[in-house]
């Protein structure tokens, strides 16, 4: 597991004339990691890096850059939630249709659902400045702003304004971190996750990429309840994937979104919205998908997919035969996704999210991402079947 790293001056070795960190009433997983961590700085004596300040891992014998955590801390921020904790960060895509850059919040959908993204409905933030004091900022929406939420992945993207977006900038000093989109985060890669662990002071740790899993990373940095919706940020600073959970049911790793997958959901969906070419007649990229009727159902059981349970319109699966594994299907607003993994259970969201999505598209591999059947490619009849949808663009969403 990574190191924990406290932003709250409290917690550096200066705190106390021998040294040694105070102790304090933190998770016992957490307390473990911070009791190891240093941060050193041209007072200490001990110089790492070009300009003294950097911090240092004694577990690992690494260290990681002070100016990178100062960065990416100004993106950071806690989700306010009246039935559960989070984190989110500020962050900007690249620019768009609309020819500048599409910024704003970014947390998970568990954290921030489809009640607090109605119109009407005030976010509240919570950042810290460089002196490690909190300050609340209110983030409106109406029915000009543009948000997206995906269940299956869990995740969940809110516009900021253009004018909120640099009174954020210039005022608060806030930063919106760019995101790595044009290569593919690799195995073994070291990451770092700034989060409010149990909701409390912003905190920092770093950890490596342990697995890639259809649509998700699998890492081992280390997080803790109210850390869901952290950014997950590369050596050089940039969001490479959003945390969203601990996985203890098999693997017993952490689970983020690997945002290159995520910056082509919202970045095809906002070019429709910028262009008016939603064909629902809403200003807000739909959240659910249709309701299909009984022809279209029909129409996809004529494919080959069959609804998993009886009234289902979501999942399907495409059922196995003699040398044939079943895929299965899940339907969401923005496209279609498959997995050869089943369900555990297939009523039960957190179920679904364990398995290893792909997602369908004209430009995606058809070769398993993770699992037993990493790197195989789907039967003939389901590679005719995954075209056919793509064929059908948005006839089914």
């Known amino acids: 597991?990574?190191?924990?790293?406290?932003?709250?001056?409290?917690?550096?070795?200066?705190?106390?004339?021998?040294?040694?960190?105070?102790?304090?009433?933190?998770?016992?997983?957490?307390?473990?990691?911070?009791?190891?961590?240093?941060?050193?700085?041209?007072t200490t004596g001990?110089?790492?890096?070009?300009?003294?300040?950097?911090?240092?891992?004694?577990?690992?014998?690494?260290?990681?850059?002070l100016s990178l955590f100062l960065r990416a801390r100004r993106s950071a921020c806690k989700v306010h939630n009246p039935t559960s904790m989070g984190s989110g960060f500020l962050l900007a895509w690249p620019a768009t249709a609309a020819?500048?850059?599409?910024?704003?919040?970014?947390?998970?959908?568990?954290?921030?659902?489809?009640?607090?993204?109605?119109?009407?409905?005030?976010?509240?933030?919570?950042?810290?400045?460089?002196?490690?004091?909190?300050?609340?900022?209110?983030?409106?929406?109406?029915?000009?702003?543009?948000?997206?939420?995906?269940?299956?992945?869990?995740?969940?993207?809110v516009q900021i304004d253009g004018a909120q977006a640099q009174q954020l900038l210039t005022e608060r000093g806030l930063q919106f971190l760019n995101c790595c989109h044009q290569s593919t985060t690799i195995v073994g890669q070291r990451v770092h996750i700034l989060q409010h662990p149990r909701g409390e002071q912003l905190s920092v740790a770093t950890g490596r990429v342990c697995d890639r899993w259809g649509s998700d990373l699998f890492h081992?940095?280390?997080?803790?309840?109210?850390?869901?919706?952290?950014?997950?940020?590369n050596d050089r600073g940039d969001a490479v994937g959003?945390?969203?959970?601990?996985?203890?049911?098999?693997?017993?790793?952490?689970?983020?979104?690997?945002?290159?997958?995520?910056?082509?959901?919202?970045?095809?969906?906002?070019?429709?919205?910028?262009?008016?070419?939603?064909?629902?007649?809403?200003i807000m990229a739909p959240f659910r998908p249709s309701i299909l009727s009984e022809e279209q159902l029909q129409?996809?059981?004529g494919l080959g997919l069959k609804p998993a349970f009886p009234g289902s319109l979501q999942l399907f699966v495409s059922p196995s035969s003699l040398f044939v594994t079943a895929l299965w299907f899940y339907r969401t607003s923005?496209?279609?996704?498959?997995?050869?993994?089943?369900?555990?259970?297939?009523?039960?969201?957190?179920?679904?999210?364990?398995?290893?999505?792909?997602?369908?598209a004209p430009s995606c591999s058809l070769r398993?991402?993770?699992?037993?059947?990493?790197?195989q490619e789907p039967a003939t009849r389901n590679i005719h079947l995954i075209n056919k949808l793509i064929a059908s663009g948005t006839t089914y969403l």
């Open 368 to 375: 398993v991402v993770g699992g037993y059947w990493s790197g």
């Open 242 to 282: 959003l945390h969203r959970a601990r996985r203890t049911t098999d693997f017993n790793v952490n689970v983020g979104v690997d945002l290159l997958h995520v910056y082509d959901k919202i970045g095809r969906l906002y070019r429709q919205w910028c262009t008016g070419l939603q064909t629902n007649g809403t």
């Open 299 to 301: 129409m996809l059981s």
């Open 1 to 42: 597991m990574g190191q924990l790293l406290s932003s709250s001056p409290s917690s550096s070795p200066s705190s106390s004339p021998s040294g040694k960190k105070k102790k304090k009433k933190v998770p016992r997983s957490l307390a473990m990691e911070q009791q190891e961590a240093m941060l050193v700085s041209h």
């Open 220 to 233: 081992d940095v280390t997080t803790d309840y109210g850390s869901s919706g952290s950014m997950i940020i």
């Open 99 to 157: 020819g500048s850059e599409l910024v704003g919040l970014m947390t998970n959908h568990h954290v921030l659902g489809y009640d607090r993204l109605a119109a009407g409905e005030v976010i509240q933030l919570q950042f810290c400045d460089e002196h490690g004091k909190t300050f609340a900022v209110a983030l409106p929406v109406d029915r000009t702003t543009f948000r997206f939420t995906c269940t299956l992945l869990d995740f969940t993207f």
């Open 334 to 360: 923005h496209g279609w996704y498959w997995t050869p993994t089943e369900p555990a259970t297939l009523l039960n969201l957190d179920h679904l999210r364990e398995c290893n999505w792909m997602k369908i």
């Open 46 to 65: 001990r110089q790492t890096g070009d300009d003294g300040n950097e911090m240092f891992m004694p577990r690992s014998g690494k260290t990681v850059p």
